[in-house]
């Protein structure tokens, strides 16, 4: 059987550029770890989901694994791709249809993981108008991010912000830059971890803990993995990436993040692969930030690192993500 690697065609004058054109890299390293392993595969990018089935069309019996990010016609469209799939009869890789659509809104994993009693930060959605008053938000410090978008993008080293007119400034940046609505989030003095998860044949298996390593940062620099950070290489000073995995911290705290990450992929309803990351603040309490479904798959993402951490070879990886998508 073979594989169609789907993916969205990528821009050099996109608006975020560095996370728009890294699909590239986990194209060539889905390709170069599915020959590996002997599996026929082949590429096909699209930049609209009308797309899709001339794409896929020439291999009716193949798995898509899907690695499309974004698509012309909305900045949600690309959460449909599995559903477009699944109307042609293929199956295709990682999260479905409603899953992605709930973890790229902020506002709605938030509310779907606090009704199943798992914390995460306070924050308002500010679809319109300005940021409400002081007194109606939670107390500051506030990170302003946006409501709908992935990959840090929309998230400068200036997110971080204890003063009303700054979130407000913030907020009208972030539709202008990212055009959707923004978030102002409470935001969590502490340290930050992140839980790859992995599906198999006995259920969803949780990878070692990995922490962003806050003390390579610069004094000037705010302890957020920003755009910057996550995208432009040389940001932390003479550090590719500022993760250590595992992450130094005991084996109670390493089982409660990795078991919060468990039920945070039940409630999301996540699949194949994923990343969830968090913050602890000063008194030891966890929140989850974000659900990441189909989280980067290069070689230089939290993703592979955990599970190399883990003792899982790339190409044992791909296997399981692709039988996830059989079953």
């Given at each position: 059987m073979g594989i169609v690697i789907l993916h969205n065609l990528t821009s050099e004058t996109a608006a975020w550029r560095e996370s728009d054109t890294g699909v590239n890299d986990q194209v060539s390293e889905a390709a170069s770890g599915l020959r590996a392993l002997g599996v026929s595969c082949r590429t096909a990018g699209v930049r609209r989901l009308a797309d899709i089935p001339a794409a896929v069309s020439s291999t009716p019996s193949a798995i898509v694994f899907n690695l499309v990010e974004a698509l012309d016609d909305s900045i949600s469209d690309f959460n449909l791709v599995p559903a477009v799939c699944k109307a042609l009869g293929m199956r295709c890789t990682g999260a479905g249809t409603p899953n992605l659509l709930l973890t790229f809104d902020k506002g709605?994993?938030?509310?779907?993981?606090?009704?199943?009693?798992?914390?995460?930060?306070?924050?308002?959605?500010?679809?319109?108008g300005a940021v409400p008053e002081a007194g109606t938000l939670s107390p500051p410090p506030w990170i302003v991010k946006p409501l709908r978008a992935d990959g840090s993008e929309g998230i400068l080293d200036d997110a971080v912000t204890s003063d009303p007119s700054k979130a407000d400034f913030l907020v009208r940046r972030i539709r202008d830059s990212c055009g959707c609505p923004a978030l102002v989030e409470k935001f969590i003095e502490g340290s930050e971890f992140g839980v790859s998860l992995l599906e198999g044949a006995e259920g969803v298996e949780a990878m070692p803990v990995s922490e962003i390593d806050f003390s390579l940062f610069p004094n000037s620099r705010p302890q957020i993995v920003d755009y910057a950070v996550?995208?432009?290489?040389?940001?932390?000073?003479?550090?590719?990436?500022?993760?250590r995995i595992p992450a130094h911290i005991p084996p109670d705290l390493s089982d409660r993040i990795r078991e919060t990450a468990r039920r945070a992929w039940l409630a999301a309803g996540c699949a194949g692969y994923a990343r969830i990351d968090f913050r602890m603040d000063r008194e030891g309490r966890l929140f989850v930030i974000e659900v990441n479904s189909n989280p980067d798959v290069s070689a230089r993402g939290a993703f592979r690192a955990a599970i190399k951490a883990a003792g899982i070879t790339w190409p044992q990886c791909l296997v399981r993500i692709l039988d996830a998508a059989c079953r």
């Open positions: 709605l994993t938030k509310h779907c993981l606090s009704c199943r009693g798992i914390p995460v930060p306070e924050g308002v959605e500010i679809h319109s996550k995208w432009v290489p040389g940001t932390v000073p003479g550090v590719v990436s500022p993760r």
